[in-house]
Nanobody, 123 residues
């Protein structure tokens, strides 16, 4: 089992910044080589945002967030971060972190999910 707990969401004005955190734990956590962030807006599907590998720190981003969002990890703390800058109203969504055995961009390739944290960007 793997437990993922997100934090750091909130309300911010357009152009502002937020940093999300995802703390991972669990007996089988070491089996999962990568972490991803996804988001789901009202009435929309869950979309890939960014992913990172634990060992090498390789990163991947959705085109919509490249240059604005940065994913990073702290291996000692088993924590992944998503620094979000230059936020736009269309970034409003529930953000989820997830664990996968490999770097992936599709939700069905992730085995464990956090509970989500709301990010609201006002115009």
């Amino acid at each position: 089992q793997v437990q993922l707990i997100e934090s750091g969401g909130g309300l911010v004005q357009a152009g502002g910044s937020l940093r999300l955190s995802c703390a991972a734990s669990g007996r089988t956590f070491s089996n999962y080589a990568a972490m991803g962030w996804f988001r789901q807006g009202p009435g929309k599907e869950r979309d890939f945002v960014a992913a990172i590998s634990w060992r090498r720190g390789s990163t991947y981003y959705a085109d919509s967030v490249k240059g604005r969002f940065t994913i990073s990890r702290d291996n000692a703390k088993n924590t992944v971060y998503l620094q979000m800058n230059s936020l736009k109203p269309e970034d409003t969504a529930v953000y989820y972190c997830a664990a996968s055995p490999f770097i992936a961009t599709m939700p069905n390739e992730y085995d464990y999910w956090g509970q989500g944290t709301q990010v609201t960007v006002s115009s």
